[in-house]
DNA sequence: CGCTGAGTTGAAATAGCTCAACTCCTGTGG
DNA sequence: CCACAGGAGTTGAGCTATTTCAACTCAGCG
């Protein structure tokens, strides 16, 4: 599944022709490897991606070297907004991904179909401000695995395509309290590790549970 | 300045006509006392809320009680935004404030010139993700008074409106450690507790040295 | 086959939480 | 005008979860 060639996304901007407002494909795709840089801090912004197949995840630097990861992205997902004419935050592939582009109007704004799609963003930073905002280790690394089992449409078997380290940059915490609730979890016969990268639910009742839905029906 | 009269929020949704998307005035202002509640989590949602005066704070209750809150929004600013049918969040006003509103479209859509409101309003979620995220009380609670400091306009003398249980549930912390923070500051002569409601800042230079943008340039 | 980076596990250090006592401020009623 | 009550804030002491530092395992790959 690694993608043959990775091409650097200022060179596949589509004619404006082909980018429908209505989302209708197919369009140009193209295909990055993983660890691919699709943009920086700093870039001009005004791009925005869908994900066609594959994962991507959105992070700031600080000034002292740490590192918060804002989100992860995958299949059908649309990133990039952004509220100035330059880029706040990196995205960078976490896996071998599939990515088109949508383009804004020409007076710089947003097609307002888009708009949806921005404050369902604003949504989810904001319910993830609630995960960080937890006080338990275990707590978090529920809520992330619930999401993540739901966002892979319920199964049993979960892919994580990031590491631990991302994960840690997400949830504010350090990989080693990251491994250690995982292991809490395998320990309590919640989930198995079928490998490093994928789990395996064996209880999703206690997860949820866990996991304790913060916010009110 | 207190507040004279006390108007629920539905109660004063101005005529369609008075309400330019061009945001002019003067248009009808709400006047409400303190800890009033302007929207309710499961309200249905819809209008936008600009504060003319005063300051107002956004917060959601999880199932166990807890508290976080998501955002505080002072004089000029707008929120309200919402991606579905139904309000996520509580409003309540934290002084004396006055309000206006602004409807959304026939079409249940924001006015274009919105959009830019709504992508500050979303980067300035995952902004506050990145001082949640932040290890240190100390660090938290210098870039929460920066912040304050920097949206009053520069001065020495900041107002701080929000009681302690409020800030630290902005910041992920408990009342004592946001108290504890603050001598700490106050110990090491960068600030100065004026009040409780009411700090000068001795030295603005320490004091955003220890809140160190996160953010590279 | 050994190197490298990712992940795990252990032990000690520590920051922040909890519980509890106390002070301070403000508003109220005598 | 003063006394008092209640809420908000502060401070202290002990406890605990997470971080830190370090050693180790494991898997993939040249």
Redesign the pocket.
Same mark, same amino acid.
């Given at each position: 599944m690694r993608a043959s060639s990775s091409i650097a996304p200022s060179n596949f901007r589509a004619p404006r022709a082909l980018l429908a407002k209505t989302f209708t494909r197919p369009r140009p795709v193209a295909m990055l490897t993983p660890d691919t840089e699709i943009y920086a801090q700093g870039e001009a912004s005004g791009v925005l991606y869908r994900i066609e197949f594959g994962a991507v995840k959105i992070y700031r630097l600080m000034a002292d070297g740490r590192r918060q990861v804002i989100a992860f992205h995958f299949a059908g997902e649309t990133f990039g907004f952004e509220c100035g004419q330059v880029r706040s935050f990196f995205a960078e592939c976490i896996v071998a991904t599939g990515l088109t582009t949508v383009d804004m109007d020409d007076d710089g704004r947003f097609p307002a179909d888009l708009m949806e799609l921005a404050l369902k963003e604003m949504v989810r930073a904001q319910e993830h401000l609630l995960v960080v905002g937890k006080?338990?280790?275990?707590?978090?690394l529920s809520v992330f695995l619930v999401d993540l089992v739901e966002r892979q449409g319920g199964l049993d078997s979960v892919d &994580?395509p %990031?590491? +631990? /380290?991302?994960i @840690?940059d997400y949830l @504010? %915490? /350090? &990989?080693? /309290?990251? *491994? +250690? *609730?995982? *292991?809490r979890l395998?320990s309590e016969g919640i989930l198995r590790?079928r *490998?490093?990268?994928s789990i395996e639910i064996l209880s999703p009742n206690r997860l949820s549970r866990l996991a304790s839905k913060p916010w009110i029906s």
């Open positions: 006080q338990s280790a275990i707590e978090k &994580i %990031m590491t +631990r /380290t991302d @840690g @504010g %915490m /350090t &990989i080693e /309290t990251v *491994s +250690r *609730s995982l *292991s395998k590790l *490998s490093n990268r």
